[in-house]
């Protein structure tokens, strides 16, 4: 069964900068294009950000121009960096693979998600 696995989420103050790493199998990460969601308390899961094979790259709005979404086809791995982290940021995060494109985006496999807590 494919996996894969975040890591990098916890505290940061806001204004500060995380990265997130999502670690793939081989099989999943080299076909399908990839992304993060997010989910923050009493809210559903939301789009973050999404990424192609080739690296096209697709943000919400509300991170676009803070986060930056890349990919590394040679280790298998997936990044979310965060800048200019904000107390509405704070959200369990989640990577995923899927099908489509970067902005016509459909996840299918999940990870386990991560906690990032960006405190006021």
């Known amino acids: 069964q494919d996996q894969l696995a975040e890591s990098g989420g916890g505290l940061v103050q806001a204004g500060g900068s995380l990265r997130l790493s999502c670690t793939a199998s081989r099989s999943i990460f080299r076909s399908n294009p990839m992304g993060w969601y997010r989910q923050a308390p009493g809210k559903q899961r939301e789009l973050v950000a999404t990424?192609?094979?080739?690296?096209?790259?697709n943000y919400a709005d509300s991170v676009k121009g803070r986060f930056i979404i890349s990919r590394d086809n040679a280790k298998n791995t997936m990044y979310l960096q965060m800048n200019s982290l904000k107390p509405e940021d704070t959200a369990v995060y989640y990577c995923n693979a899927g099908h489509g494109t970067a902005t016509i985006y459909y996840p299918t496999n999940w990870g386990q998600g991560t906690q990032v807590t960006v405190s006021a």
């Open positions: 990424i192609s094979t080739s690296g096209i790259t």
